[in-house]
């Protein structure tokens, strides 16, 4: 096994089994610099992203830490009907993962999130790492087109009260909802949303953000004014 990765064991959501899969030691995960909307860039594609999605080798369900552990059966019947009767038993992603298998993996793991119906943050940030995935590969295309899907469902969990066992505070998901809306596009949205995360000003703790967040409303504004 290559030195940066070590194994753990997991039992899948849906059939019970349990399988290998890999973590990258976090010592060998060396962030070289960091875009505006929190996606790191690693040395050497030693990039723990690549494995927060355990895909079952046995039933292809494809899951992160933040699904729900418990599956309906009427969910199971609909996944073995769209996904696991058509899987046949493969382990390519029990083992170092290429930028390519990772996109794989996430894709597997969105398929699946739709349809248990994850909740809509969790789906969110699967998206917003195939952008990112896509941003490595300079896709623009595919990169924009997974962005647009991240900031709708950040949006649908703000606007309908989603946000239950988010990993982040709240600033988090406002700030990215501005800033996806300004990588698509949508200015509109973007600074409305900037403009929210300035209020949180008076705390000290988000300092950071806040600022990072007025630096962004500005410089979309004078790129507005320049058209
Ligand atoms: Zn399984």
Redesign the pocket.
């Known amino acids: 096994m290559v030195a940066s990765l070590y194994s753990i064991k997991v039992n ?6 349990e ?1 290998e899969t890999l973590k990258p030691r976090s010592k060998f995960c060396i962030v070289l610099s960091k875009d505006t909307d929190f996606c790191n860039h690693y040395k050497d594609y030693v990039n723990p992203y690549f494995y927060e999605v355990y895909v ?6 494809a899951f992160t830490e933040n699904f729900n552990e418990k599956l309906r059966e009427d969910v199971k019947r609909e996944f073995y009907e769209k996904v ?1 009767l058509k899987w046949y038993k493969r382990y390519q992603y029990s083992f170092a993962r290429t930028l390519g298998t990772a996109i794989e993996a996430y894709k597997l793991a969105l398929l699946t999130a739709n349809i248990v119906k994850e909740k809509d943050w969790v789906i969110a940030g699967l998206a917003l790492r195939l952008g990112w995935f896509y941003r490595y590969q300079k896709n623009l295309g595919n990169e924009l087109k997974f962005l647009t899907i991240a900031r709708d469902y950040y949006l649908k969990a703000y606007n309908e009260d989603g946000l239950r066992g988010y990993e982040n505070p709240e600033i988090t998901i406002l700030y990215l909802i501005g800033e996806l809306s300004a990588r698509i596009g949508d200015n509109e949205t973007a600074l409305k949303y900037l403009a929210k995360v300035t209020e949180y000003e008076s705390r000290e703790f988000h300092k950071a953000i806040v600022n990072q967040a007025r630096d962004r409303w500005y410089s979309i504004k004078e790129l507005a004014r320049a058209k």
């Open positions: 899948c959501l849906n059939c019970n089994i399988f079952c080798p046995q039933c292809g369900f696991a």
